[in-house]
């Protein structure tokens, strides 16, 4: 079990341009979530992927947003367009059906 | 809608005290379940305890243990005999349903700090 891995861990972007995060699972995890977090807030929801498919997207992602997971294993996270407003901690988890959630260290991205 | 409360936005506690951090909830679901995780500064959430709201024993894992109050919704997280490593942010967290996706709701959080 080597944990849930997040690249990059940080993240600088200009207002406008587009980024890409990733996540790796753990290796016999079939369910992978990505979250968000803002300062001095919990984390919320974003989407959910059980093997590659994606089961599941929160209101709070728009259009600009995209995850994929090709072949069930390691999943990206790109946003498009970014703004301001997007700067934040995105965790990704994973869990074998319905284990407990385990998390990455996540990547925080500023957006300038 | 669920909804998670955490009134304690930071506790200070001497080492080796025990501390408890609370957790009010709000759901009009029957099935549930109440998830308690610790953040270091590193950023990883770490799994501490799960109570499911079948479940009629308190949790207990180690020195974490959940005080489940179902009538009055709350799962309040004990520590026992804490420790300086135990200094975090702990976040309280709810899923709707036992079955499917997790979708927990966190709420604010508690930073602990504990003195030497």
């Known amino acids: 079990d080597t944990g849930v891995s997040q690249n990059p861990r940080h993240k600088i972007t200009k207002r406008g341009q587009n980024v890409t995060f990733r996540c790796d699972p753990i290796?016999?995890?079939?369910?992978l979530y990505w979250y968000r977090q803002t300062l001095g807030q919990g984390p919320e929801f974003l989407t959910y992927f059980q093997n590659e498919a994606q089961l599941e997207k929160s209101r709070l992602l728009s259009d600009r947003f995209s995850a994929e997971r090709p072949k069930g294993s390691f999943s990206t996270l790109e946003i498009q367009r970014t703004e301001q407003g997007d700067s934040a901690m995105y965790l990704c988890?994973?869990?074998?059906?319905?284990?407990?959630?385990?998390f990455g260290n996540g990547t925080r991205l500023t957006v300038t | 809608a669920q909804k998670i409360t955490q009134t304690q936005p930071g506790m200070f506690v001497q080492e080796k005290e025990a501390v408890t951090l609370d957790c009010t909830y709000d759901t009009s679901d029957q099935s549930y379940g109440l998830f308690w995780y610790k953040q270091p500064s590193s950023g990883e959430m770490i799994f501490l305890i799960y109570?499911?709201?079948?479940?009629?024993q308190n949790a207990t894992e180690g020195r974490y243990s959940l005080n489940f109050q179902k009538a009055r919704k709350s799962a309040n997280l004990v520590i026992s005999a804490s420790q300086l490593g135990d200094s975090a942010m702990y976040f309280c967290a709810m899923r709707e349903g036992l079955e499917g996706a997790q979708k927990l709701v966190f709420g604010q959080g508690t930073r602990l700090t504990i003195n030497p």
């Open positions: 290796s016999e995890h079939n369910r």
């Open positions: 988890a994973s869990s074998w059906h319905n284990s407990p959630l385990h």
């Open positions: 109570q499911g709201s079948y479940d009629e």
